[in-house]
Each structure stands twice: as C-alpha cells, then as structure tokens.
C-alpha cells in the first residue's frame, strides 16, 4: 500500500504565483487533514475534511484553499503565495471509525516562496 | 481552547538510560492523547494513544506513556533508550468538542548520545 502520497516534494514559488499541493491517499479514509510545520511551532492546522465534498477551516486559513471532490484526494490551494507560506506542509488521514483512531501521515511538501 | 504543551524545546540521554519527553495538556471532557515521532525528513508516524482504561499505555518501539489526570500530563517514556529514538517527537489531543481536529504541541527533540 502507498498510503498518504504527497506531491509534489518540494517546490519554490514567486510571491504571487499560484500552485496546488496534491494528497491522495489509498486506505478509503473518512477524515483528511493540511497541516503546515515550522521551526518552533510545531504542527498547526490549515484546513480539514471529515467526508467527500465537506471541507472546515483549521488554526491557520487565511491564503490557502482546500477541496475534496473525490473521496481519496484533498488538494490546497494557494491563490497568490506570500513568503510567509514558507513552511513544510502535510498530509494526514485517519479513518472513521474511533477504534482505531490514528493519523497517517504523507512524507511532506518542502516549499519556498521567494 | 484545547491546548497541548510540550515544555521542552530538546532532551538529552545517554543510550541505555531511561528517557521521559514531557507533554501537559487542557482539554473539555475526557482526553484522547497521541504520541507521534518525526525521523529526518518524513512524516509523522503514530507511537501510541490514550483513549480511556489502563493509565499505562505501550506503544510501538518500546515506548509507553503514562496519563495522569489529576496533573494533565500523558508523559512519554522508555526504560532504556537507543541512539536509533533520536527524532522529533510530537504529543497531539483531540478536540473533544466534535470537530475531529487534532491539535499539536511544538515537538521535542530527543538526542540519545552513544
């Protein structure tokens, strides 16, 4: 099984370009989560999707925005990059039954906005 | 607000010594409690949880963790630790208010020297 697959791997973008990160996962997850890693600040939310075509804002929304139109993918989006979008971000997806509650996590998109 | 704390930025042990990686937690309600670790340039990856039951909780690698309610800690341990644990390891809640987001502490840096 691959997982959660996260691509691209790394990236450097211009302040104002647009991209997409793509996560697709393969164990038919219900719940799937962005999460953007910087120095000293741990993991912090961007957004999350707990099923198909339903998407919520998580700690940090603000210049990113998410869809789930098929139930193994959920793409972010940045519309217009600013530097402050430097970060390592993260996929992770959990299915839904509380039994077996943990996060999977995709091996990290390493972008740069210069 | 649910908050997670991990008070230290890194730990330092010697291999074969007992290692403990510090978490404090605020919550409503009942905690679900995670421990992740994070080797050099992957992903996150599940250690163990505390859902409800036994106060010790063993996890993956040789690793446990004690819930304690009465100070809101879920404190990492290993009674002897390898130079090959040495990463970044996150404690994470659940929010227990329905909307299935996880949140992360700041991670700790564990380095067991030989």
């Known amino acids: 099984n691959a997982g959660v697959t996260q691509t691209p791997k790394f990236r450097v973008l211009k302040t104002g370009q647009s991209m997409t990160l793509l996560c697709a996962q393969d164990m038919n997850h219900e719940y799937m989560y962005w999460y953007r890693q910087d120095p000293g600040m741990g993991l912090r939310l961007i957004h999350y999707s707990v099923g198909e075509g339903t998407t919520a804002k998580g700690e940090v929304p603000d210049g990113y925005n998410v869809s789930r139109l098929k139930k193994q993918n959920f793409l972010l989006g940045l519309e217009s990059a600013a530097p402050s979008q430097t970060s390592v971000y993260f996929c992770a997806s959990r299915t839904g039954e509380s039994t077996n509650e943990k996060l999977f996590f995709g091996s990290g998109t390493q972008l740069s906005v210069l | 607000a649910q908050s997670v704390a991990q008070p230290e930025d890194q730990v330092n042990v010697a291999e074969g010594n007992p290692l403990t990686v510090k978490c404090t937690y605020s919550v409503s309600g009942n905690p679900y409690l995670f421990w992740y670790v994070q080797y050099p340039n992957r992903g996150l990856q599940f250690l163990l949880k505390?859902?409800?039951?036994?106060?010790l909780v063993k996890g993956s690698y040789g690793f446990e963790a004690e819930f304690n309610k009465s100070q809101t800690s879920f404190h990492l341990k290993k009674p002897s630790a390898l130079v090959s644990d040495s990463a970044l390891y996150f404690c994470a809640v659940r929010d227990m208010t329905g909307t299935y987001k996880y949140i992360f502490g700041t991670g700790t840096r564990l380095k067991v020297l030989a």
């Open positions: 505390y859902i409800t039951g036994d106060n």
